[in-house]
């Protein structure tokens, strides 16, 4: 056999052992423990939860274990009754005294994205709880009396995080730090891991609303300012900007129906963001019915009509841009997609820019060949709001 049928031969049982990680908590032994009859292997942050299920009095015995940890880390897992979420997590927490080097396991009852995670009783009894720390394996022992259903399927979230001072602070907030969620069911044995899914529509929302309100907005509101200045792009300009319009309002709209449906399904309050959200689609769709209520170029309540459309159009520019950034910072906190869009932003800062001179350039050329033939009349410059119709 020569070297290459070996390695193809070792590549070939290490493909078919690898996507078999389930034989990794199965297979694992806890020493000093009672064999546990179930486990699940969490898809991130190197975690396993193992546990009895006791139906005489629906009393769960857990071990949810974390390798390649360290002493400066604490671990937690958590059921939560109402979402998949961690905020209204029942928690259990461990970590090492710094101090005395001993391991410290507690309950706590997580109410807010604020918390310091205080002790705290939990929703259902926790009659004992521990853990231990060997060989980079940190686990916490629980036994879990539940509430009747509690049984039959929970939402679970596990965590790590660092210490500091002696004390939990905040995990990272990116990565698998923020997909650590799934549901469970003791009886049957079976988990499903839904932060991916969770993850996926937010950043779905997140792409829809700043290629829509982020993006094409701003380049529809180009396209009528600096297209108007050229006469021969009358009235392309106009129609080109009604079409990026409706075409950034039509995603606008489903965006903004995403971000509803993420809200409605997360106790997070991003009151701002929401709040900047909502009055983002109520002053768009005021900006696209009143399209429809727009006298004609010539009658004497245009000029007012046009100062609404603008002034309502730059209000949606900046909190669009606004909230944009208020968003990034909540999908993605450590900034990787923010400097794209601000990599946007600038393109179109500058593109604005040449044009913005340009136009007041052929202003000035128009307004001075008019100066020379005293009898033209009409319409000078973009300022005084021509229009096609
Ligand atoms: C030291 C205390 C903690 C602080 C300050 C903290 C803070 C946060 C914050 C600000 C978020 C982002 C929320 C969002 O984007 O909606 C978050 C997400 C998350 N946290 Fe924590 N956390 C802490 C402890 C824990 C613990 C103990 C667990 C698990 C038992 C946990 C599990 C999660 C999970 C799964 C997510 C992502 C899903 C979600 O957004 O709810 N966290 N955390
Ligand atoms: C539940 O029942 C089992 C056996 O019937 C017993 O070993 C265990 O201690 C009980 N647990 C609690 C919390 O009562
Ligand atoms: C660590 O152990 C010491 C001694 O038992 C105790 O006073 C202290 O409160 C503990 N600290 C933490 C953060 O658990
Ligand atoms: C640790 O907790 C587990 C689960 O509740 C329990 O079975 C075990 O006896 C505890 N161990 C110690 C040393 O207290």
């Not at 694992?28 to 064999?35: D, L, N």
């Not at 390649?68 to 005294?97: C, D, F, H, K």
């Not at 700043?210 to 907005?217: D, E, P």
């Not at 429809?292 to 245009?302: I, S, T």
């Amino acid at each position: 056999m020569n070297h290459r049928l070996i390695s193809a031969a070792f590549l070939c049982c290490a493909a078919l052992a690898s996507p078999s990680r389930a034989q990794t908590c199965s297979a694992y032994t806890f020493p000093s423990v009672t064999r546990f009859a179930s486990c699940v292997n969490l898809p991130v942050l190197n975690s396993y939860l193992h546990w009895n299920y006791d139906r005489t009095n629906n009393t769960v015995s857990i071990a949810f274990r974390r390798t390649g940890a360290s002493t400066s880390e604490w671990i937690a897992w958590g059921i939560n009754p109402i979402r998949q979420q961690m905020v209204g997590s029942q928690a259990l927490v461990a970590y090492q005294n710094s101090t005395t080097g001993a391991m410290y396991a507690y309950t706590s009852a997580i109410d807010s994205t604020d918390t310091t995670l205080p002790t705290g009783n939990l929703g259902f009894g926790v009659p004992s709880i521990n853990a231990t720390f060997e060989k980079g394996d940190m686990t916490i022992f629980a036994t879990l009396e539940l509430t009747t259903g509690l049984e039959n399927g929970v939402n679970q979230v596990w965590q790590v995080g660092p210490m500091s001072g002696g004390r939990p602070s905040i995990h990272p907030l990116s990565g698998g730090n923020v997909l650590s969620v799934g549901t469970l069911n003791f009886v049957s044995g079976t988990s499903t891991n839904s932060g991916n899914s969770r993850q996926r529509r937010k950043n779905v929302h997140g792409v829809l609303n700043a290629v829509s309100w982020g993006t094409l907005m701003l380049l529809g509101a180009m396209i009528a300012r600096y297209m108007k200045a050229f006469e021969s792009a009358d009235p392309a300009w106009f129609y080109l900007h009604v079409t990026c319009q409706m075409v950034a309002y039509t995603i606008g709209v489903a965006g903004w129906a995403t971000g509803m449906k993420l809200g409605s399904d997360s106790s997070s309050n991003y009151q701002t963001h929401r709040d900047i959200g909502i009055s983002l689609f109520m002053l768009g769709t005021l900006q696209v019915f009143t399209l429809l209520l727009r006298p004609k170029k010539d009658h004497k309540y245009r000029p007012y009509w046009n100062v609404y459309h603008y002034a309502i159009g730059y209000c949606v520019i900046v909190l669009s841009v606004v909230n944009v950034f208020k968003g990034l910072d909540i999908l993605n906190p450590d900034g990787k997609w923010k400097k794209a869009y601000v990599g946007i932003l600038v393109f179109l800062g500058i593109n604005a820019a040449v044009l913005e001179a340009f136009t007041w350039y052929l202003i000035f050329k128009r307004r001075k060949s008019e100066e020379q033939r005293p009898n033209a009349h009409g319409n000078v410059g973009y300022a005084s709001g021509s229009g096609p119709v």
